[in-house]
């Protein structure tokens, strides 16, 4: 069990801890949460032993081994399948050993304890995590010095997995990944089965993987029974009797207060006076926990443009001539649609994103813009390359040349910057402020079209609920590229799928798409080896798709179908209801006639929606 008693400490004269406890045992999978700037990262280096607190302590059981992501990404000549081999030091050792002993004895010892440990199924599970991860079997091979460092940390993350310590603690894992990683890693840390503490704000792993959450707010940690949204429900719960008690004991203390101010001076009265003094001063205020300032995103409602806004004939597109990442586009992108772009890192979502926002131009073929369509283009690297010692204002009077100050003022304060705020240096703001910064520059022309490239990376929960919620409220067209399958499904009514240099429409969902992915990396990770080839794979995972397909249609057409003559029907019931109708048989007989045959066709509609239902989930239990 982790133990953590009294903790306080301090950064720069501010406690973000003050006598802190909590306990994990053995094997509890746990969320540490907590709004941006809490403490959340301070105390997992607590419990690693890197900080120190003034006072209290964090104890765990001696053999207990502590597992965390290294912040230096591994480099040089060394493989992706080496790295993470050699992160189980015991059995590295064993190994080395065994090359150089002759003693026989030992020879047989470390032998035995190879096989206690499991050592020769080491390499198929390294390469299995791997492979979950995005390797597949030639990039398990390749130098690690040929990697970006986006693709270092994942490697870095799979050799914290594969060691297998008793303690693993992970802060944002999901940052560094594609959507297909983060629905692999979702899906094994579900069955993690030694102690783990995860910093997210991916809801869906919160719901998914924890068997508790651990809440960092005011300097104190509290520790819930259940997932993300089970916590959520729990706090409100608790949030509004504390409200509730305190309304009470506020009545109670006015009551309490008008007797003594009524009475003190009446001799009569003044030992009773005294006594409700005396319960006036044992009446303990109630604390209600206090609510997150709310995150504001707010988009202005672009102008009106007529379909379609961009159209791709033949287009490829690269960065080197003759070398094209993507080609044979034939997309269209209408002015409301909401598209999610689907595929693994290094496949070309984020080429596909810089030409459809102008900042790439076709290698081949034709692409054509309606007349007045603007882009806000959101990445990364903008929040990086802001000027750190500017301040919000100066950099806002930068993008708006032409604004007086009360107008740049303005529009701050429409995405949470005060006046307070707006005049803090860049360099100072947490990333979730340079990221709705980053917001107010790319949308303050009011552009007909949004391209957001993981926009979430620096934003917590409440600031990713405000963004999907600003998004759906937003007029203009998206396309949107993230890990954060909640916001996908939030916020998309259309996938793409990017893949093998082509960009196909993805009909199925995203349930569908992570069963897909979560399927095909678990044949990487056994070196792709089945009972059929990988040609006869595809077929059957084609024609299963297909079938999906079909049933889904099926079900949602007959859906449809039932909801518009359900509105039909509630017309009719309202004619036949209205005043006007009484006295006018003719009228009335005609609308029971209808009635009748309406009512006959929605039976009929409404069987057909339960068999392809029906039919639909034997498919997908199958």
């Known amino acids: 069990m982790l133990t953590i008693s009294d903790l306080s400490y301090r950064v720069g004269g501010r406690l973000l801890l003050e006598k802190a406890n909590a306990q994990v045992p053995a094997g509890r999978r746990v969320g540490l949460v907590g709004r941006n700037g809490a403490g959340k990262s301070t105390l997992l280096g607590l419990i690693l032993g890197e900080l120190h607190g003034e006072t209290g302590e964090v104890e765990m059981p001696r053999r207990w081994s502590v597992g965390c992501v290294a912040q230096e990404a591994p480099g040089g000549d060394t493989t992706p399948i080496e790295a993470v081999l050699a992160a189980d030091a015991e059995r590295t050792a064993l190994l080395a050993e065994s090359e150089t002993t002759e003693d026989l004895h030992r020879i047989a010892e470390i ?53 297998q310590p008793d303690l693993l603690l992970l802060d944002e894992p999901t ?25 997210s704000h991916d809801r869906d792993i919160l719901n998914s993987c924890v068997t508790h959450i651990l809440h960092l707010d005011d300097r104190k940690l509290t520790l819930y029974s259940g997932n993300y949204d089970f916590y959520e429900r729990v706090r409100e719960e608790q949030r509004m009797q504390l409200a509730a008690e305190a309304t009470r004991v506020a009545h109670q203390r006015d009551h309490l207060q008008k007797f003594v101010d009524r009475f003190r001076a009446k001799a009569s009265k003044a030992r009773q006076a005294q006594s409700k003094l005396k319960a006036l001063q044992k009446l303990a205020p109630v604390a209600i926990p206090r609510e997150d300032p709310a995150v504001v995103f707010n988009f ?46 290094g496949n070309g979502k984020s080429t596909l994103a810089k030409l459809i926002a102008g900042r790439l131009e076709p290698s081949t073929g034709r692409l054509a813009r309606a007349n007045k369509v603007t882009c806000g283009f959101f990445a990364q690297h903008q929040i990086e390359d802001m000027d750190a010692e500017a301040t919000p204002f100066i950099a806002m009077s930068r993008v708006m040349k032409e604004a007086r100050p009360e107008q740049v003022r303005a529009r701050l304060g429409s995405f949470g910057f005060a006046q307070d705020k707006a005049n803090v240096k860049i360099k100072d703001l947490s990333g979730g402020e340079r990221a709705r910064l980053n917001f107010a520059f790319i949308t303050h022309d009011a552009p007909s079209l949004l391209v957001l490239d993981e926009p979430t990376n620096h934003l917590d929960i409440q600031a990713r609920e405000a963004l999907v919620e600003a998004l ?48 095909e990396r678990s044949r990487g990770g056994a070196g792709g080896k089945s ?65 009748g045959e309406l009512a006959a066709r929605l039976a009929t509609a409404e069987d057909e929606w339960l068999e392809a239902q029906a039919a639909l989930d034997q498919e997908s239990a199958a």
């Open 531 to 595: 009972g059929k080839s990988r040609k006869d794979e595809r077929r059957d995972g084609a024609q299963a798709r297909e079938a999906a397909s079909g049933l889904k249609k099926r079900a949602k057409d007959a859906e449809a179908l039932v909801s518009k003559l359900n509105a039909e029907k509630t017309k009719l019931e309202a004619e036949l209801a209205a005043p006007e109708t009484y006295g006018n048989n003719k009228k009335a007989a005609e609308l029971a006639r209808r009635q």
């Open 175 to 199: 940052n560094h990944l594609d959507l297909e990683a983060a629905l692999w890693l979702e899906s094994y840390l579900k069955t993690w089965p030694k102690a783990l503490i995860l910093v």
């Open 300 to 345: 202005p409602e672009p102008r009106e443009l007529r379909p379609p806004l961009i159209t791709l004939d033949g287009v490829s597109v690269g960065y080197e001539p003759g070398k094209p990442i993507l080609s044979g586009l034939n997309q269209r992108l209408d002015p409301d649609d909401r598209i999610a772009l689907l595929g693994s890192n």
């Open 111 to 163: 032998h035995d304890r190879l096989n206690d440990i499991d050592a020769h199924a080491a390499p198929a599970r390294a390469a299995s995590i791997l492979a979950g991860l995005g390797f597949d079997e030639k990039m398990q091979n390749r130098p690690l010095s040929s990697y970006s460092g986006g693709w270092r940390m994942r490697v870095a993350l799979a050799s914290v997995l594969f060691s």
């Open 472 to 519: 759906n409220e937003y007029k203009g067209a998206v396309i949107l590229i993230s890990h954060d399958r909640h916001m996908v499904e939030l916020t998309a009514d259309r996938l793409w799928l990017v893949a093998d240099g082509k960009v196909t429409p993805f009909e199925d969902d995203l349930d569908e798409y992570r069963r897909l992915t979560l399927s």
